[in-house]
């Protein structure tokens, strides 16, 4: 079955898709309102349905501060009296509008941690995960009715970068998948997602990826002035603009490329200097989609901007839509289906075993 493995191995790589991973760190809305930024996300993902949407779930640093019954808890996830209290869920405002993106087929919600690389005390974070993992169904500011407000993974940030951490990694990947396995049939789609940014140690790096869905290897900003942007605190140091084909093994990319499948690679402040147009974002997200990475998200604002052209999230996944499908299709008819893997087994030297049928 040895020659079996590399037709997956190739197969894999051809079917898989760039997704869109999307940091949704912004309030959604209330009963009567909903957030620009929040409502141009639920809009694309359903414009979008052959499009895969992970969307980062951020009440407040994470779930913490949640429904407090006393009715005077601070924060984002603020209640006003006693009667609004939720035990799970943040508040109303958050079940309301959570509803609508776990209501589509082609979103997945991640819960965020943070976890101060390395330096946040190891019962804090796991408190975080038991609580996303108690995300279920909760009641809206209609009256009598509960949602859907589950969460389907976690995205652990502010990794450390450093071989130290491995053991505490481990850990908590450990127990998020423990606790999250005990949901039983609740659990559904599940991915853990570390940003880690660039790892010097390709023997740690090979150990964040081998424990993980996915691991952001490059989070920065496109502008090449972000100090006159007065976005600098936007742009990780050592600073350089964001250029898809500056990116090699160990400098924005995995230093194994078995691990680019799994690599994520986040775009900020997509905006001049130098010129930021339609054209460049497409020839950016293409590059990217042509290396066969995980996911990406590009944004012309900070992270929680989705609406500020030319990089709002509809196009984004308008653009990384089509340029998915231009590696799978050509005039409309799947190029790489059944009658094109004995051209594979070709392809790699080894022997097709049946017949096409």
């Known amino acids: 079955m040895r020659h079996l493995l590399g037709v997956a191995a190739f197969a894999a790589a051809v079917f898989a898709s760039t997704d869109v991973m999307v940091p949704l760190y912004v309030y959604p809305g209330n009963m009567t309102w909903t957030n620009p930024d929040w409502a141009a996300a639920v809009d694309a993902i359903k414009h979008n349905p052959d499009m895969h949407f992970y969307v980062i779930i951020n009440p407040n640093n994470g779930p913490r501060n949640t429904s407090d019954p006393t009715g005077f808890n601070g924060g984002f996830c603020q209640v006003y009296n006693n009667t609004d209290y939720i035990p799970h869920g943040c508040n109303r405002d958050w079940t309301t ?199 990406t998200y590009f944004t012309s604002g900070s992270w929680h901007n989705t609406t500020i052209n030319p990089a709002t999230i509809e196009n984004v996944s308008r653009i990384l839509s089509v340029a998915n499908n231009a590696i799978r299709l050509t005039t409309g008819h799947t190029i790489w289906g059944p009658m094109w893997l004995p051209c594979i087994c070709a392809f790699l030297n080894v022997q097709w075993p049946w017949g096409l049928g």
């Open 97 to 295: 509008h959570m509803a609508a993106i776990n209501g589509l087929s082609n979103a997945q919600t991640i819960g965020y941690v943070y976890t101060n690389y390395g330096q946040r005390p190891l019962e804090e974070v796991k408190a975080d995960i038991l609580e996303w993992s108690q995300w279920h169904r909760e009641p809206t500011w209609e009256a009598g009715k509960e949602v859907d407000i589950s969460i389907h993974g976690l995205w652990f940030d502010e990794v450390g970068a450093s071989s130290g951490n491995t053991s505490l990694y481990l850990e908590l990947i450990q127990y998020a998948n423990e606790t999250f396995n005990a949901k039983g049939p609740k659990k559904g789609r599940y991915s853990v997602i570390l940003n880690s940014g660039p790892v010097s140690d390709p023997s740690y790096e090979a150990e964040l990826f081998s424990m993980s869905s996915a691991v952001v290897t490059k989070e920065t900003c496109y502008t090449s002035d972000p100090a006159s942007l007065g976005v600098s605190w936007d742009c990780p140091e050592p600073y350089s603009p964001f250029e898809f084909a500056a990116l090699s093994a160990g400098s924005g990319l995995p230093h194994n490329s078995a691990f680019l499948p799994q690599t994520v690679v986040i775009v900020h402040q997509f905006r001049g200097p130098p010129t930021a147009t339609m054209d460049m974002l497409r020839e950016q997200i293409e590059g990217v989609v042509s290396l066969g990475l995980h996911s």
